[in-house]
Antibody
Framework: QVQLVQSGAEVREPGASVKVSCKASGYTFTNYFMHWMRQAPGQGLEYMGL????????LYAQKFQGRVTMTRDTSTSAIYLELSSLGLDDTAVYYC????????????WGQGTLVTVSS | QSALTQSASVSGSPGQSITISCTGTSSDVGSDNFVSWYQHYAGKAPKLLIF???KRPSGVSDRFSGSKSGNTASLTISGLQTEDEADYYCCSRARDGTYVFGTGTNVAVL
């Protein structure tokens, strides 16, 4: 069965960086686009960007361009989200999600990773 | 890219029908038929309910239905049940290939 398993909670100070992972299993990893979203406390879902698992191409939401990096490792079927210059408002649960080929929706999601930015 | 606009909350009694609206622009909701809806319980991963405006994935109850007119998409929940109490988000692909979510609607079953 399809599973997306994310890394555990992280705590960072303002100005630091964080890297979150999402390991996929149960399907052909390279056939899919993978996306990252987040939800800050009391807020809605916010789209961050995508990485094409097959070739590593990326597309980032304008808000995060310049401080986000999304990568993938085909040898481990994992994707990574790195966010730099963290501010207090980056405290959120970060989710990865899968987009089926030639579709425009997210059919499987990771369990979420809480990133807390605190001094 | 601004978030799509949803009502903050909608409520209904068991058995009733409710409709959640999602308003965007001609650059997202109105540009194509790539609108999806997600059900989100606190502390859980979001669940796909509707894709391509009105299609239901296998296993999703037919009590959930979607539609679109112009720049506004809608999700209707019929035969409301207590288990439907959750947050609901619309999502649309934008012209630049990224996506944008709605502001979210909390559904309460009275």
């Amino acid at each position: 069965q399809v599973q997306l398993v994310q890394s555990g909670a992280e705590v960072r100070e303002p100005g630091a960086s964080v890297k979150v992972s999402c390991k996929a299993s149960g399907y052909t990893f390279t056939n899919y686009f993978m996306h990252w979203m987040r939800q800050a406390p009391g807020q809605g879902l916010e789209y961050m960007g995508l990485v094409e698992a097959g070739n590593g191409n990326t597309l980032y939401a304008q808000k995060f361009q310049g401080r986000v990096t999304m990568t993938r490792d085909t040898s481990t079927s994992a994707i990574y989200l790195e966010l730099s210059s963290l501010g207090l408002d980056d405290t959120a649960v970060y989710y990865c999600a899968r987009e089926p080929p030639r579709q425009c929706f997210f059919d499987y999601w990771g369990q979420g990773t809480l990133v807390t930015v605190s001094s | 890219q601004s978030a799509l606009t949803q009502s903050a909350s909608v409520s209904g009694s068991p058995g009733q029908s409710i409709t959640i609206s999602c308003t965007g622009t001609s650059s997202d909701v109105g540009s194509d038929n790539f609108v999806s809806w997600y059900q989100h319980y606190a502390g859980k991963a979001p669940k796909l309910l509707i894709f391509d405006v009105s299609k239901r994935p296998s296993g999703v109850s037919d009590r959930f239905s979607g539609s679109k007119s112009g720049n506004t998409a809608s999700l209707t929940i019929s035969g409301l049940q207590t288990e439907d109490e959750a947050d609901y988000y619309c999502c649309s692909r934008a012209r630049d290939g990224t996506y944008v979510f709605g502001t979210g609607t909390n559904v309460a079953v009275l």
